[in-house]
């Protein structure tokens, strides 16, 4: 499935720069998720949103700040950042992380934004 | 301890042979599901094929398909007559159904294999 679109799909900005990563999904889904893929290292989940409402932010830090305006939208504002925050970013959607059927929460990902920080 | 261990770096195989990626996992949540991602270099995260822990037949998806040991937490993924559209990196990712008391869709992936698909 390709129904989930990101943009920008490649970012260069300086550490005092602000920028914002958007993601949108054409799948009728429920539950869109934002994950960070730095080289060598496993893909890491930043925040979950299940029906606009944030259900999981693991640990992140506040110069990343999601934003889920409706079901088919999520955002990912950027400022202050450093340049261990360069990664590949992927946002996800599923149908309903809460359905009870695990199947059900397949993720569909999007093709990522390659941010820089310089 | 980690969740999910894919012990192969890389893997080579010829075009049209069959390959298989192991995969193993940690859980004590009767109830999860295993997932594997196919990663071009492009970036995206493509959907391949989805085990659940209760099926009692193992996955298949065309080319595709899942060799689930459940009593040793391994779930490996066997690709037949490889094509050389098939080279990537391939993730495996768990997703229990209860979480540490939490169930917020959160999948757990391992550290991936690279495919690599000779003419």
């Known amino acids: 499935e390709t129904g989930v679109t990101q943009t920008p799909r490649h970012l260069v900005m300086g550490m005092t720069n602000k920028k914002s990563l958007k993601c949108e999904q054409h799948l009728g889904h429920n539950a869109m998720y934002w994950y960070k893929q730095s080289a060598k290292k496993p893909l890491e989940l930043m925040f979950v949103y299940n029906f606009k409402e944030q259900t999981e932010n693991n640990s992140v830090p506040s110069r990343f700040s999601p934003e889920c305006p409706n079901s088919s939208h999520l955002f990912l504002h950027l400022h202050t950042l450093q340049p261990e925050d360069s990664a590949l970013y992927l946002c996800a959607s599923s149908q309903d992380w809460a359905s009870g059927a695990v199947k059900a929460d397949t993720q569909y990902f999007g093709p990522g934004t390659r941010l820089t920080v310089l | ?119």
Not at chain 2, 20 to 49: A, H, N, R, V
Not at chain 2, 62 to 76: D, E, I, M, P, V
């Open chain 2, 1 to 119: 301890a980690q969740k999910i261990t894919q012990t192969q770096p890389g893997m080579f195989v010829q075009e049209k042979e069959a390959v298989t990626l192991d995969c193993t996992y940690d859980t004590s949540d009767p109830s999860y599901g295993l997932f594997w991602y196919k990663q071009p270099s492009s970036g995206e995260m493509i959907f391949l094929i989805y085990q659940g822990s209760y099926d009692q037949q193992n996955a298949t998806e065309g080319r595709y398909s899942l060799n689930f040991q459940k009593a040793r937490k391994s779930a490996n993924l066997v690709i037949s007559a490889s094509q050389l559209g098939d080279s990537a990196m391939y993730f495996c990712a768990m997703r229990e159904r209860w979480a540490g008391g939490t169930s917020y869709g959160k999948l757990t992936f391992g550290q991936g294999t690279i495919l690599t698909v000779h003419p």
